[in-house]
């Protein structure tokens, strides 16, 4: 049983900054390919950005340029960094783990309002 913990969330103005961080237990991390997905209210569940056990990232259209997905094998933990937030990067934010299985997180709430 892989356990996911996001954190990092919360509130900030437009054109500000947030880091997410996903720390996980219970799995073989470095193997595994991690992503991070949104969605918003009413809204189906998006693919922001994933990196597999390699290193190599991919990134949704609308985030390249702005947000950062990166990865630490000896914290177990997966980070995204979110800079020039808009409101439509409103959304919680889920962390999700690929390798044998697939695991999700509980979600972070991202609110980018003035």
């Known amino acids: 049983q892989v356990q996911l913990v996001e954190s990092g969330g919360g509130l900030v103005q437009p054109g500000g900054s947030l880091r997410l961080s996903c720390a996980a237990s219970?799995?073989?991390?470095?193997?595994?390919?991690m992503g991070w997905y949104r969605q918003a209210p009413g809204q189906q569940r998006d693919l922001v950005a994933t990196?597999?056990?390699?290193?190599?990232?991919n990134y949704a259209d609308s985030v390249k340029g702005r947000f950062t997905i990166s990865r630490d094998n000896a914290k177990n933990t997966v980070y995204l960094q979110m800079n020039s937030l808009r409101p439509e990067d409103t959304a919680v934010y889920y962390c999700?783990?690929?390798?044998?299985?697939?695991?999700w997180g509980q979600g972070t709430q991202v609110t980018v309002s003035s």
């Open positions: 999700n783990y690929r390798y044998t299985r697939t695991y």
């Open positions: 219970g799995s073989i991390f470095s193997r595994s390919a």
């Open positions: 990196i597999t056990s390699a290193g190599s990232t």
